[in-house]
């Protein structure tokens, strides 16, 4: 789940589900196993419960440039693809937007008629996930700042969610390793 040595959100679900299925299929192939696996299984779906509390992880996940909806498409049924898509989608959802629902769009508009169009929400979450996967590996925190025009709602997003930090390791050993930043050094 680590970034360099900063635990980063966006890997976490994939890490959490590819250790759930591991222990199931160890319980299925070695049978005497089963029990153990079992509990662990049963502690982990508390967790992984609590993790579903939050969007974050899911926001985090789909703004990895090497990930989108891939691991969702691939492993999730399709009720929870729908929920993830709208769970950014609706992250989308601005003063502009506001103004058109209650018909005071006349009001937002700051722009000069000559200006040039920016792209809608849709347009740029279309341009976002249909574009290919970013080699895996990719620094997400550059793929942002090269693609900050491209997709404005998308990277106002990232600077958002992206600085929230797992959780692999115990505090003290978080806090332990700030000698590293220390000025010995």
Not at 43 to 65: E, F, G, H, R, S
């Amino acid at each position: 789940m680590c970034s360099e040595r900063t635990p980063i959100l966006a890997n976490a679900i994939p890490a959490f589900e590819m250790f759930m299925t591991a222990w199931e299929r160890l319980g299925e192939k070695f049978l005497h196993l089963e029990p153990y696996t079992k509990v662990g299984i049963e502690w982990a779906v508390k967790y992984y419960n609590k993790m579903d509390l939050t969007k974050a992880y899911v926001i985090a996940m789909v703004l990895n440039p090497s990930i989108h909806l891939s691991w969702i498409q691939k492993n999730w049924d399709e009720e929870f693809i729908d929920e993830a898509t709208q769970t950014i989608k609706d992250l989308g959802f601005g003063l502009d937007e506001l103004a058109e629902h209650y018909g005071l769009d006349d009001l937002m508009d700051f722009t000069d008629n000559n200006a040039c169009r920016n792209q809608s929400i849709d347009e740029e979450f279309v341009a976002y996930f249909t574009a290919p996967l970013s080699e895996k590996g990719m620094d997400i925190l550059k793929f942002w700042e090269i693609h900050e025009s491209s997709f404005l709602t998308l990277f106002a997003i990232a600077l958002d969610y992206l600085p929230i930090q797992a959780s692999a390791v115990p505090c003290e050993h978080v806090f332990s390793s700030s000698v590293e930043t220390d000025t010995k050094r």
